[in-house]
């Protein structure tokens, strides 16, 4: 495992063949917008290049994919952009997982799985991370490129709010706004942050009446049951700003969604308003993930799993 | 009346004493950074400077508030900053909306009551036009000053998602968050954007729920009846974020809110997602705005108030 500078990973792609771009399973904004952006990098320079998602591109992104088909070939080059692990490949894990040549990743938790990694963890988005690399690379920026970019960002920064966001992100926002004046950045940023289905927000509404407040209101617990999956026609899978619905109200440090996967197994998603640390919280039930941002799975009746949370969480909040 | 540029207002900050800075009726974010960020750049000069608003700050803003309180004095300068008409001095326009010295502000609609004039209208918001203005100036930033520009131009912009977050709002959001790396800016667009009260949450599902869909889902209407506002508890007056509630579904065009101000006056708020001017629609019924962001005042009952909007928005619909 090689881990790449700027110079090399353009180096690497000037002298590339025929790639697959593989982008993560349960695709958003940013690997899209990498993949894409990529795929156009290298077909400027008359390579051969495809994006390959395990899963279908949400509707919502259509606008980054080319107009033209991508044909097929037999790749000769296998690149990841934003796949932390080759386990997000889903479907093409096992194909390609142990076959990547260069993977492109922002995350912290990146797993080294690819021969060469160009690693730059500080960044926003992959997409930033891209920006920089094309730049040196002396790429052509068109509108097609910038339009993927400015998304991936964007989308990871839940539209530069997030602490991800960085001077950084404003300066290359700044220089793509700047290039590309008659991209319709806030039309995107509609699309991408505001619309929803009525569906959406009928589930929304379903939840924030189901929305249970804990230990003075500094928790709040959203059981997703299998009768409000069925009343409000939510797709429980949905998890996009779903989880972050339960840190909305006034002076909740930790919000907790519970989804019902099967009848006794539930789905737990954990998210900290500041400074308590829900990764800990989940590890003591099972689970893991970020500080900001955890999971667990949990067994038994509603009831059970509900006080089983209770009590991780009042033992987290004594001790942030 | 006299039109300033960037030096000549700098000459003027320069050479005032004992200003009284005064903020519009309703405050935002952005009258209140720019408030608080002039005052205390007027004091790093070593003048006596007060803000002053016609209504009380909302708590959620108070974070920008200096923690010395301001002592009183006979104000001999008398400066406006985010205040396109002295009608939105509230009740300080009797007193002072015809002597104003100084009015700094970016709304293209300013009706220059002011002695002398500073008017970006290419600027996100009135702290776009400060920043630069205290770059002119020499100012020596710190945290607090920082903390109310970056609040003016996140509140102004929607959190750089509106269309009037530019390439030079980016950058200048770069600049600051680069001088001041300690500022909780995620934390601060926490706040803005994301906390709610439970009552506004139950509100707003209400409003979902009370949503009508028109002419294919292309427009939306909400009644907020004194009924639902009793029943919700709901403030009919928080209008932040309450019109927009109307777009939010895929598809629309058109959102319309209508608020029951008195039994049988009704205030109508209308936004357009595209390209239909709800400016020009107002108008028809004896209102007017912005053309992505207007109002009327109807009189009637519920039911011909509803008839009225809705023959002017098919029009509108056809224009467009």
């Known amino acids: ?39 156009a990098v290298l077909r400027q320079l008359g390579k051969r290049a495809k994006v390959l998602c395990p899963d279908e ?11 033209t088909p991508e044909e097929d070939f037999t790749p000769q080059t296998i690149i990841t952009v934003d796949v932390a692990d080759q386990k ?17 990743d922002h995350h912290i938790s990146n797993q080294f ?8 963890a500080d960044a926003s988005a992959a997409c930033e991370v891209l920006y920089k690399l094309y730049r040196h690379m002396g790429v052509q920026f068109d509108e097609p490129i910038a339009k ?34 008659d991209i319709p950045y806030s039309l995107i940023n509609r699309w991408m942050f505001d619309v929803k289905t009525p569906e959406r927000m009928k589930a929304e509404c379903a939840m924030i009446q189901a929305m249970e407040y804990h230990f003075d209101g500094k928790c709040t617990m959203v059981c997703v049951t299998q009768e ?4 409000t026609g939510m797709n429980p899978d949905d998890t996009d700003g779903m989880a972050n619905l339960a840190l909305q109200p006034e002076g909740v440090e930790v919000g907790i969604t519970v989804r019902e996967r099967e009848a006794g197994v539930y789905k737990v998603s954990m998210r900290a308003a500041n400074d308590v640390n829900v990764s800990a919280i989940c590890q003591t ?30 033992k987290g909040l004594e001790n942030a």
């Open 113 to 120: 799985y690819a021969a060469r990694t160009l690693l730059c």
């Open 57 to 67: 591109i949400p509707a919502k992104f259509s606008f980054l994919l080319p107009d």
């Open 228 to 231: 409000l999956v069925a009343r």
């Open 148 to 181: 993927c970019l400015y998304t991936g960002i964007a989308t990871d920064t839940g539209c530069f709010r997030f602490s991800n966001a960085t001077a950084e992100t404003h300066r290359t926002a700044a220089e793509i706004m700047e290039a590309f004046p």
């Open 285 to 314: 039930l099972g689970g893991g993930g970020h500080v900001k941002a955890a999971g667990c799975l949990l067994e038994g009746t509603l009831a059970q799993v509900r006080t089983l949370l209770l009590d991780a969480v009042r």
């Open 88 to 104: 997000l490949l889903g479907c093409y894990a096992e194909q390609y997982g142990g076959k990547v040549d260069l993977c492109i």
């Open 1 to 39: 495992m090689q881990k790449l500078d700027f110079q090399q990973t353009a180096e690497f792609l000037r002298n590339c063949e025929d790639a697959y771009i593989l982008i993560h399973q349960s695709p958003d904004g940013d690997c899209i917008g990498s993949g894409y952006s990529l795929q």
